[in-house]
């Protein structure tokens, strides 16, 4: 049970393109459970012994990449925070210099970068308005 063995896994599928049944099993599930417990038996049937927390712990991790938790500093001139609590490391136009942009969740979804089946979430800047994607 490793997280590092599931982001061996992620990495390996990120590029494979699935078989007719697996889409066809993807596009069964209903639920980001539903889906998170495919790619766990996926990971199984390709020789890796991860759980559903580990893959969940790798994609948060992969997805968090190009998030930093905020310090007091940061949080200083912040009007109202965020419920995610991250930065990007990128500069925000909008904000003092040197801070980055705060990001809220759109509520915009589309098929994933991890095989298309774990969607990916679009976040808006709170300051200057621009967007990006990221997984759940």
């Known amino acids: 049970m490793s997280v590092e ?7 390996a599928v990120k590029e494979k393109i699935p078989d007719e049944g697996l889409c066809e099993k993807a596009a069964a599930t209903k639920t980001g459970e539903e889906k998170i417990a495919l ?7 390709m020789g890796y012994d991860v759980t559903e927390a580990d893959i969940r712990e790798a994609i948060t991790q992969v997805q968090q990449k190009d998030f930093v938790v905020m310090d007091d500093d940061m949080l200083e ?25 705060i990001w809220d969740e759109t509520g915009n979804t589309r098929p994933g970068s991890i095989m298309g089946w774990i969607d990916d ?16």
Do not use: Q
């Open 39 to 45: 790619v766990v038996d996926m990971a199984h049937e």
């Open 121 to 136: 979430v679009e976040y808006k800047c709170k300051f200057c308005g621009i967007t990006k994607w990221g997984m759940f």
């Open 5 to 11: 063995k599931a982001k061996e896994f992620l990495a």
């Open 77 to 101: 001139g912040v009007s109202g925070g965020t419920t995610r609590g991250a930065v990007d490391f990128a500069e925000c136009p909008k904000r003092k210099k040197g801070l980055g942009h």
